[in-house]
T-cell receptor, first 113, second 110 residues
Framework: NAGVTQTPKFQVLKTGQSMTLQCAQD?????MYWYRQDPGMGLRLIYY???????DKGEVPNGYNVSRLNKREFSLRLESAAPSQTSVYFC????????????FGPGTRLTVL | LAKTTQPISMDSYEGQEVNITCSHN???????ITWYQQFPSQGPRFIIQ???TKVTNEVASLFIPADRKSSTLSLPRVSLSDTAVYYC???????????FGAGTTVTVRA
């Protein structure tokens, strides 16, 4: 049982490049989340998926798109990366909204030059 | 979502008890209080959750007064490995959007 996995662990992009961050969970959770964490800051919610087939915006969705590919996988796409998107990205999942216990992945450290 | 206020940082020494208070004056009737812990270069992990009075598990205790406008996370006999950022979250158990503030950085010294 791997929990929540994220790929890649590190990535360096040039301004304007695109990429997709992958997230998968093997806990049969319904809800999945993408957060970003800037140095010395708390986590800010980018997008979430309450259940398979649904996605909704969080606090800071601009510049991102998401896809809930199936119940296990939730990807985050940067279409045209900007230096302001340099951050650590965390994926999380939880059973459903009836519990606050979120399980987090190890994070992806993204640098945009 | 209820707004939370917690100290930016706290210092302690090994073996001491650490108490972190979170203020949430506009907490709603159906809101729960949840604490997460985050070590450097890792994602947050759940510590404890409560609604009222006191909750205790193998990691920490959570004290919630009757008016629920604040809560205190208590870490007994801390060790160097308890150095981390601690987040207080307040929201209804059926809310998909949970907000993490800046948290409290706890530094435990030898």
């Amino acid at each position: 049982n791997a929990g929540v996995t994220q790929t890649p662990k590190f990535q360096v992009l040039k301004t304007g490049q695109s990429m997709t961050l992958q997230c998968a969970q093997d806990m049969n959770h319904n809800s999945m989340y993408w957060y970003r964490q800037d140095p010395g800051m708390g986590l800010r919610l980018i997008y979430y998926s309450a259940s398979e087939g649904t996605t909704d915006k969080g606090e800071v969705p601009n510049g991102y798109n998401v896809s809930r590919l199936n119940k296990r996988e939730f990807s985050l796409r940067l279409e045209s990366a900007a230096p302001s998107q340099t951050s650590v990205y965390f994926c999380a999942s939880r059973v459903n909204a009836r519990t606050d216990t979120q399980y987090f992945g190890p994070g992806t450290r993204l640098t945009v030059l | 979502l209820a707004k939370t206020t917690q100290p930016i940082s706290m210092d302690s020494y090994e073996g001491q008890e650490v108490n972190i208070t979170c203020s949430h004056n506009n907490i709603a009737t159906n809101d729960y209080i949840t604490w997460y812990q985050q070590f450097p270069s890792q994602g947050p992990r759940f510590i404890i959750q409560g609604y009222k009075t006191k909750v205790t598990n193998e990691v920490a205790s959570l004290f919630i007064p009757a008016d629920r406008k604040s809560s205190t996370l208590s870490l007994p006999r801390v060790s160097l490995s308890d150095t981390a950022v601690y987040y207080c979250l307040v929201g209804p158990s059926n809310d998909y959007k949970l907000s993490f503030g800046a948290g409290t950085t706890v530094t435990v010294r030898a």
